[in-house]
């Protein structure tokens, strides 16, 4: 199960499906574009997708690795392993608390069309980042994403960490200036036998560095089955 970031898209996710082995059946979870779109709601929203499902691994990208511990709590028994992958499990920048007034659609529209100017988006990086990003922007409204931000603010998913019953792995990116190092050391510290990798790239290193990605992701899985079954 790949649950997305701010974005609540597929978009991003491309990359990674293309680099994964065949072996790996990965269902995309995509979050509605109206509506109430906190933890609570998008939680229904993922337990939904996943009726289906006997067992899954469940892959929390940013915004949503604390929506994976929640569905890990909710469903332990059908949960194989955890990844979270550049997220956190409180507010990733305490400093977004003492904007809270800021974090409404107009502000956050300018915040996302300057992030259009981002070095993500100039020359040096490929075309397809650029029409991605521009993809997601025309596709999720301003109020939805600052409405998940709000949501960010009075966050504590410590306790789901802690009584976490599947392997976890924590995936981090090597110059990751969204989600700060502190936050991988955060869940290392309340969970001692969480996993910690970390692979080249900036926030976005799940798709723009999808090779590693994949690599670690399934290794993460195979190493997970060796010791569920003994080996």
Request: hydrophobic share 45%; net charge positive.
């Amino acid at each position: 199960m790949l649950l997305p970031g701010l974005d609540g898209t597929e978009v991003f996710f491309r990359p990674l499906l293309l680099a994964l082995p065949k072996w790996i059946r990965p269902i995309v979870v995509t979050y509605p574009m109206s509506g109430a779109n906190d933890y609570s709601n998008l939680l229904s929203v993922v337990r939904g997708a996943i009726e289906d499902c006997e067992e899954f691994y469940v892959l929390g990208w940013s915004f949503s690795g604390p929506l994976a511990l929640m569905l890990a709590a909710a469903e332990p028994d059908r949960t194989r392993g955890v990844i979270l992958c550049a997220s956190f499990i409180r507010c990733p920048r305490p400093v977004l608390r003492s904007v809270r007034f800021a974090l409404v659609s107009p502000i956050v529209r300018l915040a996302r069309i300057a992030h259009r100017l981002h070095p993500y988006c100039s020359k040096q990086f490929p075309h397809s980042i650029r029409r991605d990003t521009a993809e997601t922007l025309c596709r999720v409204p301003s109020s939805v994403v600052a409405a998940r931000v709000r949501v960010l603010l009075d966050l504590d998913a410590r306790q789901c960490l802690r009584t976490c019953r599947p392997p976890v792995l924590y995936l981090a990116a090597s110059r990751d200036r969204v989600v700060p190092r502190w936050n991988a050391v955060e869940v290392v510290r309340e969970l001692p036998s969480a996993k910690l990798v970390t692979m080249a790239g900036p926030h976005l290193a799940l798709y723009t560095n999808p090779t590693d990605a994949a690599r670690a992701i399934t290794g993460f899985i195979l190493e997970s089955e060796e010791l569920a079954s003994g080996i």
